[in-house]
Nanobody
Framework: QAQLVESGGGLVQPGGSLRLSCTAS????????MGWYRQAPGKQRELVAV???????NYADSVKGRFTISRDNALNTVWLQMNSLKAEDTAVYYC?????????????WGQGTRVTVSS
């Protein structure tokens, strides 16, 4: 089994920056794709950014040029650097990872970290 623990959310003014982090732990053999999703009040969860084990990235159009996803495979950690934040970025952000353990290969989710962009 594996677990994902996120940190870094909070309250920030429009135009500000935040950096989210997510670390996987447990009986991990390999971590494949890692990504960040978000869910705003009254909306469905949506993909923000994803990064492969080889560091290829993909972003939602709404965050391109403002957010950067990165990872360190040795640390089992993924980060999301968020710049030029807007009110519409307000949401609960969830880390996701596709992880192979000794038992199986599954998708795992973090508990979520709240990001509020407001003046």
């Amino acid at each position: 089994q594996a677990q994902l623990v996120e940190s870094g959310g909070g309250l920030v003014q429009p135009g500000g920056s935040l950096r989210l982090s997510c670390t996987a732990s447990g009986t991990i053999l390999v971590i494949y794709n890692m990504g960040w999703y978000r869910q705003a009040p009254g909306k469905q969860r949506e993909l923000v950014a994803v990064i492969t084990r080889g560091a290829s990235t993909n972003y939602a159009d709404s965050v391109k040029g403002r957010f950067t996803i990165s990872r360190d495979n040795a640390l089992n950690t993924v980060w999301l650097q968020m710049n030029s934040l807007k009110a519409e970025d307000t949401a609960v952000y969830y880390c996701n990872a596709n992880i192979e353990t000794f038992r199986s290969r599954d998708d795992y989710w973090g508990q979520g970290t709240r990001v509020t962009v407001s003046s």
